[in-house]
């Protein structure tokens, strides 16, 4: 599966999870029902990863290659749908 594939998928089921509602605090509904679907209809390994980040967790995918997939990362200035190295916002 290509990169922009993943992306789609994840921007798609981001929609009909979400709707036009904000997706703060929506991290661990929306990355483990996406881990759920990836594997089961994609065929895609995803550990479920779970970090502290200032006051607060926040949950996203690790991808088999040591990527993040986040389809809720607006909530931390970056693209609704993340797919990448581990962000310097994520660092403690």
């Known amino acids: 599966m290509t990169d922009a594939e993943l992306k789609r998928i994840a ?6 999870i979400l709707g036009k509602r904000p997706s703060a605090q ?10 759920g679907v990836l594997s ?4 895609v390994d995803t550990v ?3 970090i502290q980040l ?15 997939l986040d389809a809720t990362a607006d909530q931390f200035g970056l693209d609704a749908v993340y797919l ?4 310097d916002a994520y660092r403690p």
């Open 11 to 16: 921007r798609q089921f981001r929609r009909g």
């Open 26 to 35: 929506m991290c661990m509904a929306v990355s483990a029902s996406l881990q």
């Open 40 to 43: 089961a209809l994609y065929g």
């Open 48 to 50: 479920l990863e779970e």
């Open 54 to 68: 200032r006051d607060m967790n926040h949950v996203f995918l690790r991808l088999a290659d040591g990527r993040i």
């Open 84 to 87: 990448g190295d581990l962000p």
